[in-house]
Nanobody, 124 residues
Framework: QVQLVESGGGSVQAGGSLRLSCAAA????????MGWFRQAPGKEREIVAA????????YYGDSVRGRFTISRDNARNTVYLQMNSLNVEDTAEYYC?????????????????WGQGTQVTVSS
């Protein structure tokens, strides 16, 4: 069964915006952290942003802070990543993931559930 399904990726020119969505199964969506990671070819998977289950507390990787916004709609079991001011360095496969209580929000190895990924390509 598919637990997490990303959508919204595509190609955009530098300076543009994209909004990614992650639809989650209810039992997966209720985990302590929902996060977005990205991985470019030949590079390690890195944290983009994370959001806690309650309270709306968010966390951001240094490279995206101020440009990207993570949010969640609990009624729809959906997590979003609004990406503004995109640059070529943002080109990567973007993954939605979930981690349980006790995890470190930025630690890729603490996330047990992963989507299939959606490609974001920024040109110019």
């Amino acid at each position: 069964q598919v637990q997490l399904v990303e959508s919204g990726g595509g190609s955009v020119q530098a300076g543009g915006s994209l909004r990614l969505s992650c639809a989650a199964a209810r039992r997966t969506y209720s985990t302590y952290y929902m996060g977005w990671f990205r991985q470019a070819p030949g590079k390690e998977r890195e944290i983009v942003a994370a959001i806690r289950r309650t309270g709306g507390i968010t966390y951001y990787g240094d490279s995206v802070r101020g440009r990207f916004t993570i949010s969640r709609d609990n009624a729809r079991n959906t997590v979003y990543l609004q990406m503004n001011s995109l640059n070529v360095e943002d080109t990567a496969e973007y993954y939605c993931a979930a981690a349980s209580y006790g995890s470190v929000w930025y630690n890729v190895n603490d996330y047990a559930y992963w989507g299939q990924g959606t490609q974001v390509t920024v040109s110019s």
